[in-house]
């Protein structure tokens, strides 16, 4: 026998028995390959927001910017218009009588080829060959890649820092027979585990502080809403994702089986809610999955807070559904723990 090749296959063989290194090698490179192109796959074009101010014209340009499938148009008060252009909710607002007024964030990447679109449209539906035309540039909070960016990155930390925190500090001490030892001591087994949620809260503080600080430092972001609604969605966040990290310690024995277990739980999430790019790029289909998602419902809350101005009874719905989540996990994850 060729001690090479018998070295050869023992190598094999160790790699196809374990599981998490065949996920690793060949499922997530294909599940990631499958949902970037889902997301990103050319459907029909994104519809922008223009919005149109009331005057003598504004039926006129509503109807002659219908005409563009990418463009929903909406007849919205000024008002109206410059809350929404918080978060980039609105692309741009037409206005004026003589001279027609285009109000735009130019730091938003939407709004040069929405510009070139509304003009087109509107000379093309006007009597004047040349239209006179005023650019009314402004600074809307959210428009920017980087306001969308750091709530996504924040809500990911979130719930990584959570589960591993959690999760896989259980399952190791249960391998180190820690958990065995230490029930046998006068200690009240549920104060362990609450330690594991106090000391996470703590970590919490310094995580989220330093992706903000240093988002405001270099990048100029600013927290439009309220600071005590997004330091309770943060807080309700990680005991969400804590619950979850300890569902899946539960009754888990190996590392390897808890990161593979963990990772299950995670990946999706990480792809689907919206942390680099918006869940919106998914089909219609998929919504209502994604929207239920713990991690959607907290990176939503979360931009809305930094970016739109929600204060604590605009993100409630998140935070009760959140609050809702995290304790149905624990409860089950107590019901079915393993101390040994």
């Given at each position: ?29 294909t ?18 927001v223009v ?115 959690i ?30 949620f ?23 972001l ?42 299950l ?18 089909p ?57």
């Open positions: 026998m060729n001690p090479l090749g018998q070295l050869i296959l023992a190598r094999l063989r160790e790699f196809f028995r374990e599981p998490s290194a065949l996920f690793w090698t060949y499922g997530f490179p599940l990631l390959t499958l949902a970037l192109g889902m997301a990103f796959q050319n459907p029909d074009p994104k519809q922008v919005a149109v101010w009331p005057g003598p014209d504004q039926q006129r340009r509503i109807d002659a910017l219908q005409a563009d499938p990418g463009i929903r148009v909406e007849a919205l008060s000024e008002e109206e218009t410059r809350r929404r252009f918080l978060g980039a909710r609105v692309t741009m607002a037409v206005s004026g009588t003589r001279d027609l007024v285009l109000t735009y964030d130019p730091r938003d990447p939407e709004a040069p080829a929405t510009r070139c679109r509304v003009l087109q449209h509107l000379r093309e539906a006007s009597s004047e060959p040349l239209l006179p035309v005023q650019d009314a540039p402004i600074e809307a909070p959210g428009a920017r890649y980087i306001d969308f960016l750091v709530p996504g990155l924040i809500g990911m930390n979130i719930l990584s820092g959570s589960m591993w925190g999760g896989y500090a259980l399952v190791e001490a249960r391998k180190r027979k820690l958990l065995k030892r230490l029930a046998a001591t006068p200690m009240r087994r549920g104060d362990f585990l609450v330690s594991f106090l000391a996470r809260l703590l970590f919490l503080g310094t995580e989220v502080a330093v992706i903000l600080a240093f988002a405001m430092a270099v990048f100029g600013e927290v439009q809403g309220s600071w005590a609604a997004l330091v309770l969605l943060a807080a309700t966040g990680a005991m969400a994702f804590g619950g979850l990290g300890l569902l899946a310690a539960s009754r888990t024995r190996s590392t390897e089986t808890v990161a593979g277990l963990m990772n739980i995670m990946l999706p999430m990480f792809v689907l809610s919206g942390v680099f790019f918006s869940a919106s790029r998914f219609d289909f998929l919504q209502p999955v994604i929207g239920v998602l713990p991690l959607t419902l907290l990176n939503d809350g979360l931009r809305a807070v930094i970016n739109e101005g929600a204060g604590l009874g605009s993100v409630a719905g998140p935070l009760v559904a959140l609050a809702a989540g995290g304790w149905i996990a624990s409860v089950v994850a107590l019901r079915i723990f393993r101390w040994f």
